[in-house]
């Protein structure tokens, strides 16, 4: 007989083929139950789905039920948290999985009680390889899932203890046949005696029989299902029927008695749709959601949050309600299906404005901080406020924005400023304008809005002014050459006959890039082939242009594919309907960067097809080297048998997942592929398959080649219907950025690669405050000149607050959430050896875990691992007039 430890639960996504709103909804009603139930019935308990969000979109509805929540959690009936949103576990960088939980956890503290600290994703489309570490930096130490396992090829047991990368590790409990395996609905109440016989028991024996185990875990609910009325009774009901031992219990309890088992151990990413499926191409899915994303994570970490240190210390009042508010917008578009794209197109709709509304107060904050800032300088319009928001010093190029009276402008020789874009506005008459004198008509003169590339050299978390004169000499701008090769003291770039070749010292990568094109018979969920159809290489013809100026060389192509319109046209060659497809592919080298930056615009008017970038690099090696949440991994593409059905239950196709940065290597030279929003790649003979977008029209579709039977998404259920998708088919332009680097010898190392993929994402931040256009930034036209305190900081024309050691990536730079005037440093140690940053308590640094507690002061970062570390922000204050004359008394 196995003991089973039945936990009842709900399943809640936020949106499907059903909005928010409608979730919405639904919980007015049901959660209300839930309570109800809970308050009658204290023997009972019930999970909340492992996510605040929906608690606190209940509250606003129901206040009046913040305390009740309260009390049925402190009674351990309730179990909240600990995310935010149930998120997605692939596409998310690992600062964003950490700040799920440390926000969900501090809401649910705040507001309710505390919450259940599990790493809880029983519906999530798989994990990557370092999601133990992740959890552990909040200081949760148990996971439960549902998809992504084998217990043939991992762990004998569903359940193990899981290990990352560099070996931190959760206890991990999986339910392979779903979070519904002891789902008890009416039907099943009134057909009590069948349900236990035909699924509980069934389930009980499968858990029972891999990895003999003699206590397991059923988890009872579903989608948006009610709690079990009146529990204690139909469990006494279930025990007189059930060959097994069932009680009430509940998932941190189950987890407490796991971590006394002695457990297999298996290190790795969970993918494998074995029991259920993973939807292994999802990650091309509505690719532009998938660079949104990319580029809100960017924004917020990589630019807002460290200007608001900034700003701190320049003593700018500035709050974290807003960007925690911001944060949470972030992880309502970062739950599986919302972040795979498996939704309908109202609800992308919805999560299009999301991301608006999310862009919207990242620049009106960064607005508001540079304002104020170049106010309290009292900058002119010649002056740019030039901006370092990493911690540790910075020498190259960034690019200013600014807004001139003239088109040729004179910046400081040591800048060697170059115009790389230059736009003429004209001048308009009679034009309003409020005077002392009250309103006023004139003509506006004209102006010209000029991107300039400058050199800068600045130490860490800092800002530097720029000043700037009109000139009536030419300045340095990309200007038009002949030829079609561009290059720098490391590499040429050269295009031939058709082909693209890059020439290093090292070694010679011939036909380097090149895009393909394939049919798409998927849908939201997965990229599938059409039956007989083979992917095909697009020619790279069409108009070359380069130009060069100082340092800076660009190649541009631009040219149009001719494409099948649709399915039936790829299908049908004879009839086919052919569209025309045009693309533009820039090539940018600057000297002394070792990455080629590319901009891939491609305006799409075909329909469900897949396009990849090819990299072939010549290399011979069977490994992939792949950048993932905190780490690096090497994957290694498996046999595919050709009855793989028979194990699977969709085809496990060797296309992995990446975070920012994957490439091949000998161990002597390489070729990487840098990302922004770009996730899934695949590997077949010497080259690597970057996916750029994979289109459809149809949220679910059955019997696809890759995955045969049912459609995902509910759309051949009994009752439900056929969900076109348009918008998913991403017709009109779509730009794809990224970079190609060639690291050799001990450029390899991790840390190294690491080096460089983060100076080449970091931001151009820059500010120039001037009257011309009030709308170049949004707020400027809102924010008005303000009398500064006298007692504020004293600022210099040159300013910078930290500077670390760039040798360990930063993952956050931000104000404490807990502590007040403190910042909050979080660095990633993305190598396989344990990084000392001991010299760090010289600079005040104090040691904490991921929800600001103090922990053991090691300043230690162990293989593939993270340390968070709080420091007071000190400032330097004037003094007031009268104090100064007391003190000199």
């Known amino acids: 007989m196995v003991k089973a430890y039945f936990v009842n639960h709900t399943h809640w996504d936020r949106e499907w083929y059903f909005t928010t709103q409608d979730a919405q909804v639904l919980s007015d009603q049901l959660f209300t139950e839930v309570l109800n139930e809970l308050e009658e019935h204290p023997e009972a308990n019930f999970t909340l789905d492992g996510q605040m969000s929906i608690v606190d979109e209940y509250v606003e509805i129901h206040p009046e039920a913040k305390g009740r929540i309260h009390k049925l959690v402190n009674r351990g009936q309730l179990f909240i948290g600990p995310w935010y949103t149930q998120t997605d576990a692939l596409a998310p960088n690992a600062e964003s999985l950490i700040r799920n939980l440390i926000i969900g956890i501090l809401d649910a503290r705040q507001n309710y009680g505390e919450p259940m600290l599990l790493g809880y994703l029983p519906d999530t489309f798989g994990f990557n390889a370092n999601l133990p570490m992740i959890l552990n930096q909040v200081g949760i130490h148990d996971f439960l899932s549902w998809r992504g396992t084998n217990f043939k090829r991992q762990t004998k047991s569903v359940y193990f203890k899981w290990k990352a990368l560099g070996g931190k590790a959760v206890f991990a409990a999986n339910f392979p046949l779903g979070y519904f395996t002891g789902q008890i609905d009416l039907?099943?109440?009134?057909?009590?005696?069948?349900?236990?016989?035909?699924?509980?028991?069934?389930?009980?024996?499968?858990?029972?029989?891999?990895?003999?185990?003699?206590?397991?875990?059923?988890?009872?609910?579903?989608?948006?299902?009610?709690?079990?009325?009146?529990?204690?009774?139909?469990?006494?009901?279930?025990?007189?029927?059930?060959k097994h031992k069932v009680v009430i219990s509940s998932y941190p309890e189950f987890m407490q008695k796991l971590r006394t088992k002695k457990l297999p151990e298996f290190q790795g990413e969970l993918r494998y749709p074995t029991y259920s499926r993973v939807h292994r191409t999802i990650c091309s899915v509505r690719s532009r959601n998938k660079r949104k994303n990319f580029k809100l994570e960017q924004v917020i970490t990589r630019r807002l949050e460290p200007l608001m240190v900034i700003a701190q210390y320049a003593g700018i009042p500035i709050s974290n309600g807003i960007v925690i508010k911001l944060w949470k917008?972030?992880?309502?578009?970062?739950?599986?299906?919302?972040?795979?794209?498996?939704?309908?197109?109202?609800?992308?709709?919805?999560?299009?404005?999301?991301?608006?509304?999310?862009?919207?107060?990242?620049?009106?904050?960064?607005?508001?901080?540079?304002?104020?800032?170049?106010?309290?300088?009292?900058?002119?319009?010649?002056?740019?406020?030039?901006?370092?928001?990493?911690?540790?010093?910075?020498?190259?190029?960034?690019?200013?924005e600014i807004i001139s009276s003239s088109a040729n402008v004179k910046f400081p020789t040591q800048n060697k400023a170059v115009i790389v874009d230059c736009k003429e506005v004209k001048s308009r008459p009679h034009i309003m304008q409020l005077t002392p004198n009250g309103y006023e008509f004139k003509d506006e003169p004209g102006y010209f809005k000029l991107k300039v590339s400058i050199h800068v050299e600045m130490k860490g978390l800092g800002y530097q002014v720029i000043h700037f004169e009109n000139s009536e000499s030419v300045v340095p701008k990309l200007s038009l050459q002949k030829g079609s090769s561009i290059a720098n003291k490391e590499t040429t770039v050269n295009y031939l006959d058709g082909k693209f070749n890059l020439v290093t010292k090292n070694k010679t990568f011939t036909d380097v890039i090149s895009v393909y094109d394939q049919a798409n018979d998927g849908d939201t969920y997965d990229f599938s082939p059409l039956r007989n159809d083979r992917e095909m290489r697009l020619p790279w013809q069409g108009k070359i242009k380069v130009a060069k100026a100082k340092d800076i060389e660009t190649l541009q192509l631009s040219g149009s594919w001719s494409l099948p319109y649709d399915l039936e046209d790829r299908a049908n060659s004879q009839n086919a309907k052919q569209v025309a497809v045009n693309f533009q592919l820039t090539l940018t080298m600057v000297a002394n960067s070792p990455v080629i930056s590319a901009k891939l615009i491609v305006d799409n008017q075909a329909l469900s097809h897949r396009l990849?970038?090819?990299?072939?690099?010549?290399?011979?090696?069977?490994?992939?080297?792949?950048?993932?949440?905190?780490?690096?991994?090497?994957?290694?593409?498996?046999?595919?048998?050709?009855?793989?059905?028979?194990?699977f239950v969709e085809k496990p196709v060797n296309i992995y997942i990446f975070d920012r940065c994957v490439g091949l290597n000998n161990s002597k030279v390489g070729l990487y592929f840098l990302g922004e929003g770009q996730k899934e790649y695949e590997k077949k003979d010497d080259s690597l398959f970057i996916t750029l977008m994979a289109t459809t029209g149809q949220l679910g579709k059955p019997n696809l080649l890759w995955r045969p039977g049912r459609a995902s998404g509910d759309t051949t259920s009994v009752g439900h219907v056929m969900m076109p998708t348009p918008m998913a088919q991403e017709l009109g332009v779509n730009e794809f950025n990224f970079g190609l680097y060639v690291p050799s010898g001990s450029q390899l190392r991790e840390e190294k690669l690491s080096q460089v993929i983060s100076k080449w994402y970091s931001p151009s931040v820059s500010y120039q405050m001037q009257k011309h256009n009030l709308f170049v930034n949004r707020l400027d036209n809102k924010l008005w000149d303000v009398e500064f305190a006298q007692i504020l900081p004293q600022l210099k024309k040159n300013e910078n607050w930290l500077n670390i050691n760039s040798d360990i990536e930063v993952s956050a730079l931000y104000l404490s959430y807990t502590i007040k005037k403190h910042l909050v440093l979080r660095l990633s140690n993305m190598t396989n050896t344990e990084k000392d940053v001991s010299y760090l308590k010289n600079k005040d640094f104090i040691e904490v875990d991921g929800l600001e507690k103090i922990i053991a002061q090691d300043f230690k970062i162990a293989p593939y691992d993270m340390i968070t570390l709080v420091k007071k922000i000190k400032v330097k204050r004037k003094y007031l007039l009268k104090e100064v004359q007391m003190k000199m008394r």
């Not at 389930?203 to 206590?215: P, R, V, Y």
């Not at 304002?371 to 200013?400: C, E, M, W």
């Not at 690096?632 to 059905?645: C, H, M, S």
């Open 187 to 242: 039907e099943s109440k009134r057909n009590l005696k069948d349900f236990v016989k035909n699924r509980l028991d069934k389930g009980i024996d499968f858990e029972a029989l891999h990895g003999n185990n003699s206590e397991v875990l059923v988890p009872s609910g579903i989608d948006q299902m009610n709690i079990i009325h009146d529990l204690s009774k139909t469990i006494a009901q279930v025990n007189q029927y059930s």
């Open 329 to 400: 917008l972030l992880f309502k578009v970062q739950p599986h299906d919302t972040m795979g794209g498996s939704v309908t197109d109202n609800v992308a709709l919805d999560i299009n404005e999301r991301y608006k509304q999310a862009l919207e107060i990242a620049d009106g904050l960064e607005n508001y901080i540079k304002k104020r800032l170049a106010q309290r300088l009292s900058l002119s319009d010649h002056d740019v406020l030039v901006f370092n928001t990493d911690p540790y010093s910075f020498k190259g190029r960034k690019v200013v």
């Open 612 to 647: 990849r970038l090819r990299l072939k690099t010549g290399l011979e090696t069977d490994n992939v080297h792949a950048q993932i949440q905190g780490g690096f991994r090497k994957t290694t593409n498996e046999k595919i048998a050709d009855n793989w059905n028979d194990e």
